[in-house]
């Protein structure tokens, strides 16, 4: 995908989250989430980074709703962050999301193929 049509598939994911909470490639935190919630969505915000992604957390969909733990802007992906949640709670957000969801339990290091880009090395979401 060239810069452009990057620029503007980032643009259309963020219009659909609430004006308020556009801040872009900022790690936001909650007080209500434990702190290993927290420390992982840091985390996953940093690998984001790392990747040339760009991302919003805490996002409220536009009925306010849900908050969305992290946005990834550039490939359309919202990760919510369930530590401690139950399935029902993230099903429900599954359903109200208006874009995909991937549900992070943890993340691991690991060591990479050869062939895999580099800034793939070392993570792996599951």
Known sequence: MNRQNQFLQE?????????AD????????SAANSQEHEML???????LTC????????????????RADVV?????????VA???KEQSTDL????????VQVVKKIETYTAPADAPKHFEGWRIT
């Open 51 to 66: 990747q040339g992604h760009h991302f919003l957390t805490e996002a409220r969909t536009k009925d306010c709703k849900f």
């Open 83 to 85: 530590v401690s949640e």
């Open 22 to 29: 556009w801040k872009v490639d900022s790690c936001r935190f």
């Open 93 to 100: 957000k599954k359903a109200a999301y208006p874009l995909p």
């Open 72 to 80: 990834d802007l550039t490939d359309g992906i919202i990760y919510e």
């Open 41 to 47: 969505k840091a985390l996953l915000c940093y690998m």
């Open 11 to 19: 643009r259309r994911n963020k219009q659909l989250f609430l004006m």
